[in-house]
Protein backbone atom coordinates (compact mmCIF):
# COMPACT_ATOMS: atom_id res chain seq x y z
CA UNK A 1 0.00 0.00 0.00
CA UNK A 2 1.24 3.38 -0.96
CA UNK A 3 -0.36 6.34 1.34
CA UNK A 4 0.45 9.67 0.68
CA UNK A 5 2.80 9.58 4.08
CA UNK A 6 4.96 6.87 2.53
CA UNK A 7 4.61 8.42 -0.82
CA UNK A 8 6.04 11.98 0.29
CA UNK A 9 8.86 9.76 2.17
CA UNK A 10 9.85 7.90 -0.85
CA UNK A 11 9.91 11.14 -3.13
CA UNK A 12 11.74 13.18 -0.74
CA UNK A 13 14.15 10.05 0.34
CA UNK A 14 15.02 10.28 -3.19
CA UNK A 15 15.62 13.51 -3.77
CA UNK A 16 17.74 14.51 -1.16
CA UNK A 17 19.66 11.35 -2.34
CA UNK A 18 20.82 12.91 -5.52
CA UNK A 19 20.37 16.43 -3.83
CA UNK A 20 23.43 15.43 -1.50
CA UNK A 21 25.34 13.88 -3.87
CA UNK A 22 25.25 16.36 -6.54
CA UNK A 23 29.32 17.36 -6.01
CA UNK A 24 30.17 13.59 -6.04
CA UNK A 25 28.30 13.51 -9.86
CA UNK A 26 29.25 16.41 -11.01
CA UNK A 27 32.71 15.47 -10.51
CA UNK A 28 32.51 12.03 -12.25
CA UNK A 29 31.06 14.13 -15.09
CA UNK A 30 33.77 16.18 -15.27
CA UNK A 31 35.92 13.30 -16.03
CA UNK A 32 34.67 11.34 -18.48
CA UNK A 33 31.38 14.22 -19.34
CA UNK A 34 30.62 18.20 -19.71
CA UNK A 35 30.41 18.78 -15.46
CA UNK A 36 26.84 19.52 -15.38
CA UNK A 37 24.87 16.25 -13.91
CA UNK A 38 25.26 16.86 -10.61
CA UNK A 39 24.17 20.60 -11.15
CA UNK A 40 21.35 19.80 -13.59
CA UNK A 41 20.05 16.52 -11.63
CA UNK A 42 20.09 18.85 -7.94
CA UNK A 43 18.22 21.67 -10.19
CA UNK A 44 15.84 18.95 -11.28
CA UNK A 45 14.96 16.97 -7.99
CA UNK A 46 14.95 20.56 -6.28
CA UNK A 47 12.22 21.46 -8.70
CA UNK A 48 10.48 17.73 -7.46
CA UNK A 49 10.80 18.35 -3.52
CA UNK A 50 9.25 21.97 -4.14
CA UNK A 51 6.00 20.25 -5.75
CA UNK A 52 6.48 17.58 -3.33
CA UNK A 53 2.79 17.73 -1.57
CA UNK A 54 1.66 17.61 -4.91
CA UNK A 55 3.11 14.96 -6.02
CA UNK A 56 2.46 12.91 -2.59
CA UNK A 57 -1.22 13.60 -3.29
CA UNK A 58 -1.68 11.79 -6.48
CA UNK A 59 -2.14 8.33 -7.30
CA UNK A 60 1.21 6.17 -7.44
CA UNK A 61 0.94 6.19 -11.82
CA UNK A 62 -0.10 10.26 -11.94
CA UNK A 63 2.54 10.77 -9.27
CA UNK A 64 5.86 9.30 -11.21
CA UNK A 65 4.28 11.19 -14.71
CA UNK A 66 4.35 14.62 -12.72
CA UNK A 67 7.65 13.55 -11.77
CA UNK A 68 9.08 12.60 -15.21
CA UNK A 69 7.74 16.00 -16.64
CA UNK A 70 9.25 17.98 -13.77
CA UNK A 71 12.77 16.17 -14.73
CA UNK A 72 12.43 16.70 -18.27
CA UNK A 73 11.44 20.59 -17.88
CA UNK A 74 14.18 20.86 -15.15
CA UNK A 75 17.03 18.87 -15.41
CA UNK A 76 18.18 20.16 -18.95
CA UNK A 77 21.17 17.70 -20.64
CA UNK A 78 20.52 14.84 -21.74
CA UNK A 79 19.88 13.43 -18.42
CA UNK A 80 16.36 15.31 -18.41
CA UNK A 81 14.66 13.63 -20.83
CA UNK A 82 16.72 10.10 -19.98
CA UNK A 83 15.37 10.35 -16.45
CA UNK A 84 12.16 11.79 -17.14
CA UNK A 85 11.09 8.96 -19.42
CA UNK A 86 12.29 6.50 -16.70
CA UNK A 87 9.21 7.96 -14.80
CA UNK A 88 6.90 8.65 -17.03
CA UNK A 89 6.94 4.70 -18.59
CA UNK A 90 7.42 3.80 -14.79
CA UNK A 91 3.76 6.24 -14.54
CA UNK A 92 2.32 4.82 -17.65
CA UNK A 93 2.94 1.11 -17.35
CA UNK A 94 2.40 0.61 -12.94
CA UNK A 95 -0.88 0.46 -11.45
CA UNK A 96 -1.79 2.46 -8.26
CA UNK A 97 -1.16 -0.18 -5.97
CA UNK A 98 1.99 -2.45 -7.84
CA UNK A 99 3.11 -5.74 -7.24
CA UNK A 100 7.07 -6.74 -7.45
CA UNK A 101 5.62 -8.40 -10.84
CA UNK A 102 3.98 -5.35 -11.49
CA UNK A 103 7.70 -3.67 -10.89
CA UNK A 104 9.43 -5.73 -12.66
CA UNK A 105 7.40 -5.23 -16.14
CA UNK A 106 7.36 -1.45 -15.49
CA UNK A 107 11.29 -1.38 -14.78
CA UNK A 108 11.67 -3.36 -18.16
CA UNK A 109 9.12 -1.07 -20.38
CA UNK A 110 11.19 1.99 -18.91
CA UNK A 111 14.01 0.17 -19.97
CA UNK A 112 13.27 -0.24 -23.26
CA UNK A 113 12.13 3.60 -23.49
CA UNK A 114 14.94 4.74 -22.21
CA UNK A 115 16.96 2.35 -25.20
CA UNK A 116 15.13 4.64 -27.33
CA UNK A 117 15.74 7.78 -25.95
CA UNK A 118 19.35 7.74 -25.54
CA UNK A 119 19.44 5.41 -28.72
CA UNK A 120 21.54 2.95 -26.32
CA UNK A 121 22.22 -0.51 -24.83
CA UNK A 122 23.29 -2.25 -22.22
CA UNK A 123 27.69 -2.34 -22.30
CA UNK A 124 28.34 1.10 -23.13
CA UNK A 125 28.65 3.21 -19.94
CA UNK A 126 25.35 4.12 -19.48
CA UNK A 127 22.79 4.51 -16.70
CA UNK A 128 21.35 1.45 -18.58
CA UNK A 129 24.01 -0.70 -16.95
CA UNK A 130 22.30 -0.33 -13.62
CA UNK A 131 18.77 -0.16 -14.80
CA UNK A 132 19.35 -3.95 -16.37
CA UNK A 133 20.94 -5.70 -13.48
CA UNK A 134 18.40 -3.78 -11.12
CA UNK A 135 15.19 -5.46 -13.12
CA UNK A 136 16.70 -8.45 -13.06
CA UNK A 137 17.82 -9.06 -9.32
CA UNK A 138 14.40 -7.37 -8.87
CA UNK A 139 12.90 -10.53 -10.75
CA UNK A 140 14.64 -12.53 -8.58
CA UNK A 141 14.08 -11.32 -5.20
CA UNK A 142 17.49 -10.32 -4.71
CA UNK A 143 19.65 -7.72 -3.09
CA UNK A 144 18.71 -4.70 -5.71
CA UNK A 145 20.40 -2.03 -3.77
CA UNK A 146 23.51 -4.12 -3.92
CA UNK A 147 22.95 -4.69 -7.19
CA UNK A 148 23.10 -1.19 -8.26
CA UNK A 149 26.30 -0.19 -6.47
CA UNK A 150 27.82 -3.36 -7.74
CA UNK A 151 26.54 -2.38 -11.61
CA UNK A 152 27.85 1.18 -11.33
CA UNK A 153 31.56 0.12 -9.88
CA UNK A 154 31.07 -2.36 -13.26
CA UNK A 155 30.63 0.81 -15.34
CA UNK A 156 34.69 1.91 -14.50
CA UNK A 157 36.29 -0.46 -16.66
CA UNK A 158 33.72 0.36 -19.67
CA UNK A 159 34.45 2.15 -23.07
CA UNK A 160 31.83 4.89 -23.53
CA UNK A 161 30.22 5.09 -27.08
CA UNK A 162 27.63 7.07 -26.69
CA UNK A 163 26.96 10.98 -24.67
CA UNK A 164 29.90 13.26 -24.90
CA UNK A 165 32.06 11.08 -23.33
CA UNK A 166 32.37 8.74 -26.19
CA UNK A 167 34.22 11.67 -27.49
CA UNK A 168 37.00 10.39 -25.01
CA UNK A 169 36.99 6.90 -26.68
CA UNK A 170 39.58 4.65 -24.60
CA UNK A 171 40.38 7.67 -21.82
CA UNK A 172 36.68 7.04 -20.63
CA UNK A 173 37.81 4.11 -19.57
CA UNK A 174 38.66 4.02 -15.37
CA UNK A 175 35.63 6.27 -14.60
CA UNK A 176 32.71 5.40 -12.84
CA UNK A 177 29.95 6.59 -15.58
CA UNK A 178 27.85 9.64 -13.83
CA UNK A 179 24.19 8.24 -14.84
CA UNK A 180 25.04 5.04 -13.95
CA UNK A 181 26.33 6.22 -9.87
CA UNK A 182 23.04 8.79 -10.18
CA UNK A 183 20.52 5.98 -11.03
CA UNK A 184 22.04 3.91 -8.52
CA UNK A 185 21.77 6.49 -5.56
CA UNK A 186 17.73 6.80 -6.82
CA UNK A 187 17.75 2.72 -6.47
CA UNK A 188 19.27 3.00 -3.16
CA UNK A 189 16.99 5.49 -1.84
CA UNK A 190 13.60 3.50 -3.21
CA UNK A 191 14.94 0.11 -1.88
CA UNK A 192 16.21 1.94 1.41
CA UNK A 193 12.56 3.58 1.76
CA UNK A 194 10.33 1.07 1.13
CA UNK A 195 12.23 -1.20 3.50
CA UNK A 196 12.11 0.75 6.52
CA UNK A 197 8.20 1.54 5.75
CA UNK B 1 1.81 32.33 -41.55
CA UNK B 2 4.83 31.32 -44.10
CA UNK B 3 4.73 29.19 -46.57
CA UNK B 4 8.28 27.94 -45.66
CA UNK B 5 9.40 24.93 -43.93
CA UNK B 6 10.55 26.89 -40.35
CA UNK B 7 14.05 26.63 -38.91
CA UNK B 8 14.69 25.91 -35.53
CA UNK B 9 18.54 26.05 -33.88
CA UNK B 10 18.98 24.16 -30.67
CA UNK B 11 22.80 24.99 -29.05
CA UNK B 12 23.99 24.12 -26.04
CA UNK B 13 25.16 27.78 -26.01
CA UNK B 14 22.58 31.02 -26.49
CA UNK B 15 25.43 32.38 -27.64
CA UNK B 16 25.93 30.19 -30.38
CA UNK B 17 22.59 29.48 -31.26
CA UNK B 18 21.92 33.69 -31.78
CA UNK B 19 25.09 33.78 -33.89
CA UNK B 20 24.18 31.17 -36.30
CA UNK B 21 20.24 32.42 -36.43
CA UNK B 22 22.25 35.95 -37.23
CA UNK B 23 24.62 34.42 -39.90
CA UNK B 24 21.04 32.98 -41.15
CA UNK B 25 19.35 35.82 -41.68
CA UNK B 26 22.27 38.02 -43.43
CA UNK B 27 22.72 34.95 -45.93
CA UNK B 28 19.20 33.71 -46.74
CA UNK B 29 17.11 36.61 -45.36
CA UNK B 30 13.06 37.04 -43.71
CA UNK B 31 11.84 34.42 -46.32
CA UNK B 32 11.79 31.62 -43.65
CA UNK B 33 10.68 31.34 -40.05
CA UNK B 34 13.20 31.26 -37.74
CA UNK B 35 13.44 30.89 -34.13
CA UNK B 36 16.63 29.87 -31.57
CA UNK B 37 17.47 28.59 -28.10
CA UNK B 38 20.16 27.83 -25.70
CA UNK B 39 21.45 26.98 -22.66
CA UNK B 40 19.74 24.71 -19.62
CA UNK B 41 17.05 25.84 -17.50
CA UNK B 42 19.18 27.46 -14.87
CA UNK B 43 20.42 30.19 -17.51
CA UNK B 44 23.78 27.93 -17.77
CA UNK B 45 25.72 25.88 -21.17
CA UNK B 46 22.93 23.04 -22.03
CA UNK B 47 19.83 22.65 -23.69
CA UNK B 48 16.65 22.53 -22.48
CA UNK B 49 13.06 21.07 -23.68
CA UNK B 50 11.29 24.38 -22.65
CA UNK B 51 13.10 26.74 -24.54
CA UNK B 52 13.06 24.56 -27.44
CA UNK B 53 8.85 24.06 -27.15
CA UNK B 54 8.54 27.61 -27.35
CA UNK B 55 11.23 27.80 -30.49
CA UNK B 56 9.05 25.29 -32.16
CA UNK B 57 5.66 27.06 -31.67
CA UNK B 58 7.81 30.83 -32.78
CA UNK B 59 8.87 28.88 -35.95
CA UNK B 60 5.92 27.33 -36.85
CA UNK B 61 4.78 26.61 -40.11
CA UNK B 62 2.27 24.13 -41.68
CA UNK B 63 5.11 23.01 -44.62
CA UNK B 64 7.02 21.79 -41.03
CA UNK B 65 10.07 22.50 -39.21
CA UNK B 66 13.34 21.70 -39.39
CA UNK B 67 15.56 21.57 -36.32
CA UNK B 68 19.62 22.03 -36.43
CA UNK B 69 20.74 20.66 -33.07
CA UNK B 70 24.67 21.11 -31.87
CA UNK B 71 25.89 17.78 -29.26
CA UNK B 72 24.00 15.12 -27.75
CA UNK B 73 21.78 16.87 -25.29
CA UNK B 74 20.32 18.86 -27.63
CA UNK B 75 19.41 16.40 -29.48
CA UNK B 76 17.57 14.16 -27.18
CA UNK B 77 15.95 17.06 -26.12
CA UNK B 78 15.04 18.25 -29.54
CA UNK B 79 13.18 14.59 -30.24
CA UNK B 80 11.63 15.12 -26.82
CA UNK B 81 10.05 18.17 -27.57
CA UNK B 82 8.86 16.77 -30.84
CA UNK B 83 7.17 13.78 -28.77
CA UNK B 84 5.43 16.29 -26.34
CA UNK B 85 3.58 18.35 -29.84
CA UNK B 86 0.11 17.93 -30.35
CA UNK B 87 -0.51 15.03 -33.02
CA UNK B 88 -1.84 17.19 -35.74
CA UNK B 89 2.20 18.12 -35.18
CA UNK B 90 3.51 14.84 -35.53
CA UNK B 91 5.81 13.96 -38.66
CA UNK B 92 5.99 17.58 -39.38
CA UNK B 93 8.94 18.50 -36.87
CA UNK B 94 12.75 16.62 -38.03
CA UNK B 95 16.10 16.97 -36.60
CA UNK B 96 18.46 17.21 -38.94
CA UNK B 97 21.59 14.92 -39.17
CA UNK B 98 24.17 17.88 -39.64
CA UNK B 99 26.76 20.90 -38.55
CA UNK B 100 24.56 23.17 -36.80
CA UNK B 101 25.98 26.65 -38.68
CA UNK B 102 26.55 25.29 -41.88
CA UNK B 103 23.27 22.78 -42.19
CA UNK B 104 20.96 26.08 -40.42
CA UNK B 105 22.26 28.16 -43.19
CA UNK B 106 21.89 25.37 -45.99
CA UNK B 107 18.31 24.67 -44.57
CA UNK B 108 17.27 27.89 -44.70
CA UNK B 109 18.36 28.62 -48.22
CA UNK B 110 16.99 25.33 -49.21
CA UNK B 111 13.58 26.25 -47.28
CA UNK B 112 13.43 30.04 -48.49
CA UNK B 113 13.03 28.56 -52.21
CA UNK B 114 9.97 26.90 -50.74
CA UNK B 115 11.34 23.15 -50.74
CA UNK B 116 9.72 20.46 -49.03
CA UNK B 117 10.58 19.27 -45.39
CA UNK B 118 12.10 16.79 -46.85
CA UNK B 119 13.78 18.65 -49.57
CA UNK B 120 15.52 20.70 -46.44
CA UNK B 121 16.47 18.03 -44.53
CA UNK B 122 18.33 16.18 -47.09
CA UNK B 123 20.35 19.46 -48.39
CA UNK B 124 21.49 20.14 -44.81
CA UNK B 125 22.43 16.59 -44.54
CA UNK B 126 24.24 16.53 -47.52
CA UNK B 127 26.83 17.99 -45.26
CA UNK B 128 27.12 15.43 -42.83
CA UNK B 129 30.51 12.81 -43.68
CA UNK B 130 28.85 9.36 -44.36
Known amino acids: MVDTA ?25 AIGDGDHGINMKRGFEAVLADVDAHAAKPLPEALKAIGMALVMKVGGASGPLYGTLAMTLGKE ?67 VRGRASFLGDRSIGHMDPGARSSALIVAAVAEALGEA | MSDNVGIVIVSHSADVARGTADMVRQMVGDEVPLAWCGGDPGGGLGTNVESILKAIDSAWSERGVAILVDLGGAETNSEMAIEMQPAERQGRIVVCNAPIVEGAVMAATEASGGATLDQVKRTAEELSPG
Open chain 1, 94 to 160: LPAEPSRDDLVRALGAAIEAVKARGKSDIGQKTMLDVLVPVRDALADGGDVAGAAAKAAEATVPMKA
Open chain 1, 6 to 30: RQKALIEAVAQAVIAHAGELTALDQ
